[in-house]
């Protein structure tokens, strides 16, 4: 389970504020998925690896852009997210409402969910956008990376860690 910052999900004897990484180095890789990779060899081959952290390195915050932001398109997206919710609200009024049993007691509360929804949207997200005043006029998705990821493992076992990474490295044919 992750959860940064000792969020509920957290394991027990884990501390509820972030504090540093111990361990000694028992491997570098260019790629979390790399990193990631390495854990697996060690869990595959018995290894504990309750004593195994993963550390990113040189961190970078990335903001990739997708593309531009137009009226369009945030009205577009404003009206298709408050339809959808509308829709979902209409739906929960028309399914426990007390009212008749006829096709016009189900359709009408989901028409209604939907427009209402679809206009209210629509309007915050113009307000919202006529507040930037032409800042940001692009869509974009941020993400915390690494510049490299360290694998540490409690001295107990890092010696062992460490040849164990470097048959990993050696390839399929390595003999342990």
């Known amino acids: 389970m992750t959860t940064p910052f000792g969020t509920p999900g957290r394991s027990p004897g884990l501390p509820n504020l972030p504090t540093p990484p111990t361990g000694w180095p028992v491997g570098s890789f260019a790629t979390y998925e790399e990193a990631q990779r390495a854990v697996d060899y060690l869990a595959d081959n018995e290894f504990p ?4 952290t993963i550390v990113g390195v040189d961190l970078m915050l990335v903001e990739r852009v997708f593309g531009r932001l137009t009226w ?9 997210s408050g339809a959808s919710f509308g829709f979902f609200v209409g739906l929960l009024l028309a399914v426990f409402s007390p009212a008749g049993t006829g096709p016009t007691s189900v359709v009408g509360p989901i028409v209604a969910g939907l427009v209402g929804g679809a206009v209210f949207s629509v ?3 113009a307000i919202s956008y006529s ?7 692009f869509t974009s998705s941020s993400q915390l990376v690494a510049g490299r990821y360290d694998v540490l493992s409690q001295p107990r ?3 062992r860690a460490k040849d ?5 490295a ?7």
Not at 131 to 137: C, L
Not at 170 to 176: E, I, T
């Open 164 to 168: 164990m990474l470097a048959r990993l």
């Open 157 to 159: 076992n890092a010696e």
């Open 131 to 137: 507040a930037s005043k032409g800042k940001r006029d």
């Open 72 to 80: 369009r398109k945030v009205l577009i997206s404003g009206a298709a």
């Open 170 to 176: 050696l390839g399929p044919g390595a003999v342990g």
């Open 49 to 52: 690896v309750a004593d195994v």
């Open 123 to 125: 309007t915050m997200a």
